[in-house]
């Protein structure tokens, strides 16, 4: 039996129980589209997930602790021989392989005010290796990426938080800071418990692109002018070469290569973080979901196949003298079972479709409710309307191809029996049955 003659048959025969077709492969349409909108749903969280995250952190850079640090702020070292996080250190760090650049992150030891004309404003003072400033790539929104002395890179939000004391209240239009002059004021106790002042004036050779995170609100400049302002605040210039610095920050090429790179910092006794290490916890955690999810609706399409496997076993009974006649005239075992498994797996195709259909507007409505409902609870928070766009279904093309492909084969496998029972059957016996 050709494929072109299998297919005449099966449709025909299909076309007899249109009912019992239909109502079993109401059982596939349902399960199929439980696996389509409950894993649209596990990938829809996922991605949302992964947007914020990314946009939030770098994903080709990895932060570097000291053990020092870590036990600074309540954490424990495992490192019999506490490593020192130095410029040798950062040394043996840019010649990992795939690391563009690797510096250090020195903070300001006190508070500082910033200060422009008769503006005052804050920003979260950062001290970086000057010779590995154009290779960390800091998107520019104006101005060069060189730090020079006293020179400094601020970031988009720096100049918001400006505001007139006087007014007591924040400018209405906040000021251009590029190739602006800032005033940075320090503060500090004398040796007579008298207060003492200082002020550094700065020059601002470039502003960064807004990013949504911490950069947003940083200035940076040279390392050594920080260790020095370090310096006249704490009485005594820091050694970073002895004691080395708390925080470094290592670039790396691609995203890809930063779990490599992360682990070789880690063997070497620091302690590492990078938001690509994060993601990589969290796609886990949400394939997980992801299949949890599946196996819940797979539950559904476990059901439909006793569907199919009894429509296909009632289909031998009524037509057994058909069968017996089909061998009578030449057709082979495998003739039969190909008829049935073929039949089965119709069901289950035009289950898998449907389901397919069904699920993907399923996910659409889902989507637009929850959408508009958790936009208005924003709102309500004080979000912008346009700046509020949520959507918690995705449906990836996989998904589609897999669950209609899926539905086929659990249609196959259900009529495996039904199909081997046909087979079975003596030409003589089913030419007798009534």
């Given amino acids: 039996m050709n494929t072109r003659d299998l297919l005449h048959l099966v449709l025909s025969n299909l076309r007899r129980m249109k009912a019992r077709v239909a109502m079993t492969a109401i059982g596939v349409v349902i399960g199929t589209a439980a696996v389509v909108v409950l894993v649209s749903l596990a990938a829809g969280l996922q991605r949302t997930a992964s947007q914020d995250l990314g946009s939030i952190g770098d994903l080709t850079e990895i932060t570097v602790y000291s053990p020092t640090f870590i036990r600074s702020v309540g954490g424990q070292s495992s490192q019999v021989e506490e490593k020192v996080l130095n410029d040798q250190t950062l040394a043996e760090f840019r010649r990992i392989p795939n690391v563009v650049a690797a510096t250090p992150l020195e903070s300001l030891a006190g508070s500082g005010m910033l200060r422009l004309n008769r ?208 061998k009578a005239v030449g057709a082979t075992n495998r003739d039969v079972m190909s008829i049935f498994l073929a039949e089965a797996g119709s069901i289950g195709l035009l289950g898998g479709i449907g389901g397919v259909l069904l699920g993907t507007g399923l996910g659409a409505l889902i989507d637009l409710i929850a959408g508009t409902y958790l936009a208005a609870q924003a709102v309500q928070q004080g979000a912008s309307a346009s700046d509020v766009s949520i959507s918690l279904i995705y449906t990836p093309l996989w998904l589609l191809i897999f669950a209609t492909l899926f539905a086929a084969l659990v249609g196959v496998a259900s009529g495996i029996y039904p199909a081997m029972r046909a087979a079975a059957l003596s030409p003589v016996a089913a030419l007798k049955y009534e």
């Avoid at 090429?253 to 590492?272: D, H, N, P, W």
């Fill in 119 to 326: 503006l005052t404003g804050n920003a979260r003072v950062t001290g970086i290796d000057a010779t590995q400033v154009t290779r960390l790539e800091f998107p520019l929104d104006s101005g060069t990426d060189r730090l020079g002395r006293w020179q400094v890179l601020v970031g988009a939000s720096v100049a918001e938080g400006f505001y007139d004391p006087q007014a007591r209240r924040p400018v209405k239009e906040p000021p251009d800071l590029q190739g602006q002059a800032l005033q940075l004021i320090l503060n500090r106790m004398g040796d007579d418990g008298e207060p003492v002042e200082r002020v550094v004036r700065l020059r601002v050779t470039g502003v960064l692109k807004e990013s949504g995170g911490q950069d947003d609100y940083s200035l940076y400049l040279a390392v050594n002018d920080v260790l020095e302002l370090n310096g006249w605040l704490l009485g005594h210039r820091p050694n970073p070469d002895r004691d080395g610095y708390q925080q470094a920050l290592v670039k790396v090429g691609t995203s890809e290569q930063v779990l490599a790179v992360e682990r070789e910092i880690r063997s070497q006794g620091f302690y590492a973080y990078s938001a690509r290490s994060t993601l990589q916890q969290l796609n886990i955690l949400f394939l997980v979901i992801q299949g949890v999810f599946g196996g819940i609706g797979a539950i559904a399409l476990l059901v439909a196949a006793f569907g199919i496997a009894n429509t296909m076993t009632m289909a031998i009974y009524e037509r057994t003298r058909e069968i017996g006649l089909m």
